[in-house]
């Protein structure tokens, strides 16, 4: 068990360019969550997966972003256009059916200059 | 909605001090309570989780927490700090049906030597 793992650890994009991050879970883990997490805040969910299906969106989820999950394993999330705003850390957790609790990967930590 | 406050911001402590992190929920129906910490550098972890049961729940590291139904509350708790509990502690609950978590703002404890 190698946890949760996001890639990058760091990103640095100039405004209005398109990101995208990476969320590999814990094997075998059906269920994966994304969190943006702020300065001074606590995380704020953004959207989940059961397998490849994307059963909820937060509102915070704006058009500008996308995620898939197509295989029902690693999944990406996408910022198109991103702006000043979009400078957070990123989280993705995952949770098997047998679990009571998320395991949090350390986060993709996204700079928009 | 859903939400959870916590209402401290920041909380210095020497070490062998008592600590106790207030944590208040709003929610009507079933409730599911967490501690996670973030040591610098690291992902959340898990300390502490109330389900059902017993409402003193111990976590790890010497953590406790109880829940206290008629005052919407999950304090966590540790009888003697050290330092390496400095930490960014945050509390959640079990929001939508899908199992995504509602966190509070955290609370940085820094622990002197």
């Known amino acids: 068990d190698t946890g949760v793992s996001q890639n990058p650890r760091h990103k640095i994009t100039k405004r209005g360019q398109n990101v995208t991050f990476r969320c590999d879970p814990i094997s075998e883990h059906n269920r994966l969550y994304w969190y943006r997490q702020t300065l001074g805040q606590g995380p704020e969910f953004l959207t989940y997966f059961q397998n490849e299906a994307q059963l909820e969106k937060s509102r915070l989820l704006s058009d500008r972003f996308s995620a898939e999950r197509p295989k029902g394993s690693f999944s990406t999330l996408e910022i198109q256009r991103t702006e000043q705003g979009d400078s957070a850390m990123y989280l993705c957790?995952?949770?098997?059916?047998?679990?009571?609790?998320?395991?949090f990967g350390q986060g993709t930590r996204l700079t928009v200059v | 909605a859903q939400s959870v406050s916590q209402h401290n911001h920041h909380v210095i402590l020497s070490e062998a001090a008592s600590l106790e992190l207030g944590c208040n929920y709003s929610y009507g129906g079933t409730v599911n309570l967490f501690w996670y910490v973030q040591y610098p550098g690291q992902h959340l972890q898990l300390l502490l989780k109330?389900?059902?049961?017993?409402?003193l729940v111990k976590g790890i590291k010497g953590f406790e927490a109880e829940f206290i139904k008629s005052k919407f509350s999950f304090n966590l708790r540790k009888p003697s700090v050290q330092w390496s509990d400095t930490a960014e502690y945050f509390c959640?609950?079990?929001?939508?049906?899908?199992?995504?978590?509602?966190f509070g703002k955290g609370t940085k404890l820094s622990v002197k030597p």
């Open positions: 109330y389900f059902s049961g017993d409402p």
């Open positions: 957790a995952s949770k098997g059916d047998t679990n009571t609790e998320a395991f």
């Open positions: 959640a609950a079990k929001g939508g049906s899908q199992g995504n978590l509602i």
